[in-house]
């Protein structure tokens, strides 16, 4: 198994969509450089107020600066673009804040890389991981966890979780206007799904962000409520979710 | 309807009207956008001269008066242009974000020469 990943790593770029995360970035970059040594780090940083950018430089990764803020689905968008255009055969993405741990990438990557599904995606739920969240996320995400299970026709543990990794056919899927701007979740599973890719879901142990603002404050865990339910539901009615 | 408040509708459609097109003729608003606009100026117009067409609508949509009829049809006309108005901002939205995706990439591959 090690050889095959040394052997992949060359063709993986690792994903990692930044917003204000200066204190955060140049922690996940060392660690990710660590565990994944061949992989090429690129951090998309999305219009951060801060120096999120030049940290990021200044540690070696790739850095796609994007001139205005655009969204966390719309920066990952961006490295999934770049990662199409340098032909990478392999992508992961991971979130700048420290909860993703570089250590554990290699058991999302490898049901890719094996070929055994086109998308992993690593729950922090299943198996038996301990993982705390707050309230609300914790509720929001066993409600979107059975919607998605119920959709998808598997079971689908953490339909938020932003720790994936894919082969070139998904990313190329996902460079398309399907995927979402905002918070890409159940839905894009769903209309993954329904563009005959194989997703799966891989456990895997996740810490709590180490700092920075929650996505999840205030009162956009409403609106994310409506949101999901709502282009879950639109997903549905489209036909053309493979173009 | 009296006539005061026939010449009233009146000079303040036409007045819409020239608004619009004037800002046609200056390119500060493009044509597309002014469609909508142009199409209200107009109704209104109409409505205010032609009073028999606005009591016959009235009767049609059971209401009582002719001023409501205008209201409600001034608030459809609003709430059509608000809407022609989301749809033109999700799909700017859209495109910004390609042509912000588009630089980033851009930049990146021009920083890799240098």
Redesign the interface.
């Known amino acids: 198994m090690n050889d095959k990943m040394t052997d992949s790593d060359k063709k993986l770029c690792i994903i990692i969509p930044a917003y204000n995360e200066e204190q955060n970035i140049a922690g996940v970059i060392k660690s990710v450089r660590n565990a994944l040594p061949d992989g090429t780090i690129v951090v998309?940083?999305d219009g951060s107020k801060d120096k999120t950018a030049e940290t990021a430089i200044s540690h070696g990764a790739?850095?796609?600066?994007?001139?205005?803020n655009?969204?966390y689905g719309?920066a990952l968008?961006?490295g999934f673009?770049?990662s199409l255009?340098k032909r990478f055969q392999f992508s992961l993405i991971m979130d700048a804040d420290g909860q993703h741990i570089a250590e554990e990438a290699h058991k999302v990557l490898i049901p890719v890389m094996q070929g055994i599904a086109d998308l992993a995606v690593g729950s922090r739920y299943s198996g038996d991981n301990v993982y705390r969240g707050s309230m609300i996320r914790m509720l929001g995400s066993l409600i979107f966890s059975k919607l998605a299970s119920w959709s998808l026709g598997f079971k689908v543990t953490d339909p938020t979780s932003g720790f994936q990794a894919m082969n070139r056919r998904t990313v190329e899927f996902f460079c398309s206007?399907v995927y979402p701007?905002d918070f890409p979740d159940a839905d894009i599973l769903i209309a993954t799904k329904r563009a005959g890719l194989k997703i799966a879901e891989v456990p895997v142990k996740m810490l709590p962000p180490a700092g920075g603002k929650s996505m999840h404050s205030g009162l956009k865990p409403f609106y994310y409520i409506f949101k999901m339910f709502f282009s879950i539901f639109v997903t549905f009615l489209r036909k053309d979710t493979a173009n | 309807m009296p006539l005061t408040q026939k010449i009233f509708a009146l000079v303040v459609s036409v007045l819409i009207l020239i608004v619009i097109v004037e800002l046609v003729r200056r390119r500060r608003l493009r044509e597309e956008y002014s469609f909508l606009w142009i199409i209200t100026g107009i109704t209104l117009i109409i409505l205010s001269l032609w009073y028999r067409l606005l009591v016959f609508i009235t009767h049609a949509i059971g209401a009582v008066l002719p001023t409501s009829t205008l209201f409600l049809f001034g608030l459809l006309f609003l709430v059509m242009i608000s809407l022609h108005f989301s749809v033109k901002i999700s799909k700017l939205t859209d495109q910004l974000k390609d042509v912000a995706q588009e630089v980033a990439i851009l930049k990146a591959s021009l920083d890799d020469r240098k």
């Open positions: 998309v940083n790739t850095v796609l600066s994007l001139p205005v655009v969204g719309a968008q961006t673009k770049y255009k206007p701007s």
